[in-house]
């Protein structure tokens, strides 16, 4: 008996040259989002900030180029690291949040959409490549992921180029201290159909979505900054209470995923989170083990969030890329290693993969 399995043939990442430290943002004045002035020191909020998230630095994308530019020089990479001829792709699904945003403007541009702008790009002529986009907040590119799976499974596909680019520095208020957090990077995988005698590859997950209190979580609005046009709308969330929903969902979603895998906790090697928040990220992982009666091991969590920010959907797809290339020399997988890829965001959503590598 074969089974029919979903794998990962090759990786790919860009991550943006300007790097923008916590120190950058010291003279910036931030709003409450009652929009009174914070009258707090610079140096005390920055360091408040990197307390709680993590974050050192971000990386933002040149002036002259867009999310869909980002993507493509992820997905070359990609298609260069698996070997394979474009033209034989049969989907390209991109995970994206804004679309294409201009430097210097908010508006949003998704006509055509970006998966097609890519396709464009990379010159790839065959008409049967299907170039489509997914909206899923920032569990986006795992949700891709479910979706090239699907489709596998279906047999309407064998090769799919899956990405997530985002480019949130263009449409993050600058009066919000929140929107430190935010950043701009890209990662992508070629995800193949392979018979084998042996399951591997995707394994097991677990998604859902929750909107009965949770759907304005993360949100478009108005600057902080009442003296500016407040009829202009960036990206916006309510931290608080996304921190409680993600330690009280997130870590449940795990375990499914993890329990309807087969494999024991003990055989997890590395959980891949998405790069939202370091103590909050630190907290959910904390919780799953705990959910196992277990501590959480030492090593189990690669990050990137200190250097590279929160890109949204390119966050997992970046990390994968990073430590399969080696630049984490204190991260390693080999063949055989059973690995979770987990996230959560905007809608509210959330999903996991069980991945045998």
Aim: charged residues 25%.
């Amino acid at each position: 008996m074969t089974n029919l399995n979903t794998v990962i043939i090759g990786t790919g990442s860009y991550t943006p040259e300007k790097i923008v430290k916590n120190a950058d943002f010291v003279e910036q004045h931030f709003f409450t989002d009652k929009q009174k002035l914070i009258p707090s020191t610079g140096e005390e909020i920055i360091r408040k900030f990197e307390a709680i998230t993590g974050i050192k630095e971000r990386r933002f994308a040149k002036d002259n180029m867009n999310t869909s530019d980002l993507a493509t020089i992820a997905a070359q990479r990609a298609i260069d690291d698996a070997g394979i001829d474009p033209e034989t792709i049969d989907q390209i699904i991109l995970a994206h949040n804004y679309g294409d945003v201009e430097h210097g403007h908010i508006q949003s541009d998704i006509l055509p959409n970006l998966a097609s702008r890519v396709k464009h790009a990379l010159k790839i002529k065959n008409p049967s490549c299907i170039a489509y986009d997914i909206l899923f907040g920032c569990p986006g590119w795992i949700q891709a992921f479910l979706h090239a799976h699907s489709f596998i499974n279906s047999g309407m596909g064998k090769r799919f180029l899956v990405i997530g680019a985002d480019t949130l520095a263009r449409v993050s208020d600058k009066y919000d201290r929140d929107s430190m957090i935010f950043a701009d990077g890209a990662g992508a995988v070629i995800i193949e159909a392979k018979e084998n005698k042996e399951k591997e590859g995707l394994i097991s997950f677990s998604a859902q979505t929750d909107t009965l209190k949770e759907a304005y979580y993360l949100f478009s609005g108005k600057s902080n900054n009442p003296y500016i046009d407040q009829s202009v709308k960036y990206i916006k969330m309510y931290g608080r209470k996304i921190y409680e929903y993600a330690l009280s969902n997130v870590p449940n979603a795990m375990k499914l995923a993890m329990d309807r895998s087969g494999y024991d906790i003990k055989d997890l090697k590395k959980i891949f989170i998405h790069q939202a928040n370091e103590k909050m990220d630190e907290a959910i992982v904390k919780r799953f083990y705990k959910l196992y009666k277990m501590q959480m091991p030492e090593n189990i969590m690669p990050m990137t969030i200190a250097h590279l920010g929160n890109s949204s959907v390119a966050t997992i797809p970046t990390l994968y890329d990073y430590i399969l290339k080696g630049k984490y020399s204190e991260h390693k997988i080999n063949k055989g290693d059973i690995i979770m890829f987990a996230s959560v965001g905007a809608g509210m959503g959330i999903n996991a993969i069980v991945y045998k590598i």
